[in-house]
């Protein structure tokens, strides 16, 4: 602690002991207006030295020099200002917000017991600590804010980023339900295919199995042309036949065609028939004299009918059996009729 310097207007001992007992006897006025500047009174300009004590009056001595204060301690106010700076710097980088609170709260912390410190007269830099506290509520504050900003933008982007799912999600849904879609019909069409491609097989095995008969049975083509195949009689050739082959039978084949149809039918491929034994060879159509052979030619009208005879040699070799293939329409559908050669 500083002591205060003597003062330069003394007052007499007597007055200065009535008023503090304790107090130092001052100089004497009368010596001090005669001195010499820088010299003591009647001393010729000597240094000055104190006045003896005044009897009754307790002496003091000479006065002691004044103690130097101590230095301030401005440490904590400037730390907390560059704290401060330091804070408030980094928090406004937006993405820094979350590494800015640590220094700005310590200039706040820093810039408060700088506050104190002054106050108490250890320090003196004020300005300092409460530029600290300043800035360090200012860092707090943008550190926050930008907390709050990066937080919302997240959450934005988030956001975003889940309708762009949501709606990838429903763009896949509805391609795969339309690939399923497609995929059922295919199936549907595939399977409809099937279907009718096995109903036209089958509808094409029931008309084969439906155009192999025996003698003795009918048939009606869709146009209304009735075929009924007699069953095959002996035959014997006049006198007059055309190369009769040796070893062999010979059988007449009869046939009876019937238009049960609306409209007038023409007899395309219905001549002679086509006659194979059990082996599949052709057999030998029997021409002679006799006016017994009939072959129907032109058209046949409605409810007509007319009959067609032809004669055959079946060889002995040939088995026991043998076929007639009758031919009719545009197309040649062929019906087949066997049985014994009889």
């Not at 006897?25 to 003591?40: C, E, K």
């Not at 060889?315 to 050669?341: I, R």
């Amino acid at each position: 602690m500083t002591l205060p310097a003597p003062s330069d207007s003394p007052k007499p001992a007597e007055e200065a002991a009535g008023a503090n007992p304790w107090a130092p006897p001052g100089p004497d006025p009368s010596d001090r207006a005669g001195a010499a500047p820088g010299g003591v009174p009647g001393q010729g300009g000597q240094g000055w030295s104190p006045a003896p004590p005044t009897p009754g009056a307790p002496y003091w001595g000479p006065f002691p020099y004044p103690m130097p204060a101590p230095p301030p301690r401005n440490g904590v106010g400037i730390a907390a200002m560059v704290i401060g700076v330091v804070g408030l710097v980094l928090s406004l980088a937006v993405l820094l917000f979350w590494l800015s609170w640590l220094p700005a709260l310590l200039a706040v912390i820093l810039g408060a017991v700088g506050l104190v410190q002054v106050r108490k007269g250890i320090a003196t830099n004020r300005g300092m600590a409460l530029a600290g506290v300043i800035l360090g509520v200012l860092g707090l504050l943008v550190s926050t804010g930008a907390g709050v900003f990066v937080v919302s933008e997240v959450r934005a982007v988030e956001r975003e980023r889940k309708a762009e799912e949501e709606a990838d999600q429903a763009r896949y849904d509805a391609a795969m339900k339309e690939a399923e879609e497609r995929a059922a019909k295919e199936r549907e069409r595939i399977e409809a295919e099937r279907k009718r491609l096995e109903a036209e097989r089958e509808k094409a095995a029931a008309d084969e199995k439906a155009r192999r008969l025996s003698f003795g049975q009918s048939y009606t083509y869709p146009d209304g042309l009735k075929v009924t195949m007699g069953k095959p009689e002996r035959y014997v050739p006049d006198e007059t036949v055309f190369r009769a082959p040796k070893n062999s039978r010979f059988v007449q084949v009869r046939i009876t065609i019937v238009n049960t149809g609306s409209a007038n039918l023409a007899l395309e491929g219905a001549g002679l028939p086509f006659v194979r034994d059990a082996n599949g060879g052709l057999l030998l159509v029997l021409i002679d004299g006799s006016s017994r052979m009939q072959v129907p030619t032109g058209s046949l009208a409605v409810g007509q009918t007319v009959t067609s005879l032809t004669a055959y040699a079946v060889p002995n070799t040939a088995g026991e059996s043998f076929s007639v293939e009758f031919n009719h329409g545009s197309v040649l559908k062929h019906v087949t009729w066997s049985g014994p050669v009889g």
